[in-house]
């Protein structure tokens, strides 16, 4: 991601005090792999029996906090005081998706035939697992490596020629936006950019700023669906519609989607979407979605085959081909599981509640101007925000040293985006965002 202020996500750093130490806790998490099967099988039984005591116990509880949401965090492995409000880069797994992780590695470990022999076996139950999640036909689900993967996989299977145009906006990831630079490279496409406000001013601006830009050469919007600059949502339902009526295709880029946001293909409307469930869902980095509407199917064409490629007649055929890690598959169902025990709607509800009570104390810190749509149509778990005369990366090193909080820089000066960007997932509690403006405010006062 392209940062002025760049905070490392790669670095490993010492622990700070009081954390149990880097190398004991990757002893500790293997020691895992130890456990037999059925061990496996029975501690992730508890777990789930354990939320299913929670939902009926608390079933009538929405609030931001509480003795419910406190339970859920015990079911994620971190390091002891961590503070990880970064998941929007890579979040963590919860225990029961490390140990069916474990569990199915375990396998090729123990008896490498089980790795060709049976494992592939899994893969279309996840897939429908998956499809069922966010409302799909198994047919129009792609299981991919991440965001980026998928992305790349719709611009170099559409046929486009010298002249077409693709439609983006001006805060399109580099995930994003380099396949169709990519794209006009090779073939002559056009790309276009359309300004997003900042923050955005409701659906209607972001809507009719593409309509304003199609012309009879435009076929694709290609559009950030959760900005990873700013936090916002794009409506990507509406602008559907818009586009369809135009006869032009629409691309969401979500890498964040899937498991911060309730998400309804059918009703969003759109032809092609990616995401990566290892940011918001839980699963393992390694693993991600690609959806193709049926209708837009006999408009791409796969880009890396084998056998079946001429033969499939649905989104299979995007599929990633070679041997891959089928343990990443079976821990996306498990990450799926997981998600659904607690539920998608209440999971979407604590993440907006808990940003709107971010977005609701920065507003009273003099000098922050926040760059997240207060709409919580238009926004999600993503919240960016500068503050007048404090550095960013000041801010993101002082959080992290005083409370061992990890937030990251994003955007870019230059741009005018950059700012601090702060994940709410379902693990956070409104006491752990007060020390963040409380970190925030102590720095404003003193100009640091």
Not at 188 to 200: H, M, N
Not at 303 to 309: A, E, K, Q, Y
Request: charged share 25%; with cysteine.
């Amino acid at each position: 991601m392209n940062n002025t202020c760049h905070h490392s996500e790669d670095h490993e750093e010492d622990a700070p005090s009081g954390a149990l130490p880097r190398r004991d806790f990757v002893r500790y998490l293997l020691a895992g792999s130890a456990l037999s099967v059925a061990a496996i099988d029975k501690l992730n039984a508890g777990i789930y029996q354990s939320i299913t005591s929670l939902n009926q116990k608390y079933v009538e509880d929405i609030s931001p906090d509480g003795a419910y949401w406190d339970e859920v965090r015990k079911m994620f492995l971190f390091e002891d005081k961590l503070i990880m409000m970064n998941n929007g880069t890579v979040g963590p797994m919860p225990k029961p998706v490390f140990n069916t992780l474990m569990k199915y590695f375990k396998y090729q470990v123990r008896n490498p035939y089980d790795v060709y022999n049976f494992l592939p076996g899994g893969k279309e139950a996840v897939r429908d697992k998956l499809a069922r999640f966010i409302n799909a036909s198994p047919d129009e689900v792609s299981l991919t490596s991440n965001t980026t993967e998928g992305l790349n996989l719709v611009a170099n299977g559409l046929d486009l020629k010298e002249g077409d145009e693709v439609l983006v906006s001006n805060l399109e990831h580099p995930g994003a936006i380099n396949p169709w630079k990519l794209k006009a490279k090779r073939c002559g496409v056009k790309i276009t950019e359309v300004p997003f406000s900042l923050p955005a001013k409701g659906v209607d601006d972001i809507v009719k700023g593409f309509a304003a830009a199609i012309t009879p050469k435009t076929k694709i919007i290609s559009v950030g669906h959760t900005v990873f600059i700013t936090g916002q949502i794009t409506p990507l339902k509406e602008l559907s519609k818009m586009a369809h009526e135009k006869g032009v295709l629409v691309m969401g880029d979500s890498a964040h989607g899937l498991g911060m946001l309730s998400l309804d293909m059918k009703a969003m409307g759109m032809d092609f979407f990616a995401s990566s469930p290892y940011k918001w869902l839980g699963a393992p980095t390694g693993i991600g979605l690609l959806y193709v509407k049926k209708e837009a199917q006999e408009k791409l064409w796969p880009t890396i085959v084998s056998s079946g490629w001429d033969t499939t007649p649905n989104a299979r055929k995007y599929d990633p081909q070679g041997q891959r890690a089928d343990a990443m598959v079976y821990a996306l169902g498990e990450a799926l599981d997981f998600m659904n025990h607690i539920g998608k709607e209440r999971v979407e509800r604590r993440i907006k509640a808990l940003a709107a009570y971010l977005k609701q104390g920065l507003s009273k810190i003099p000098g922050v101007k926040i760059n997240t749509p207060s709409d919580p149509y238009l926004s999600g778990g993503l919240t960016a925000f500068s503050a007048e005369g404090v550095d960013c990366q000041k801010i993101v090193d002082y959080v992290q040293e005083k409370y061992n909080l990890v937030v990251r820089t994003i955007g870019s000066r230059d741009a005018g985006t950059l700012a601090i960007r702060v994940s709410t997932p379902i693990y956070i509690s409104t006491k752990e965002i007060d020390m963040l403006l409380e970190g925030v405010a102590q720095l404003v006062r003193h100009k640091v």
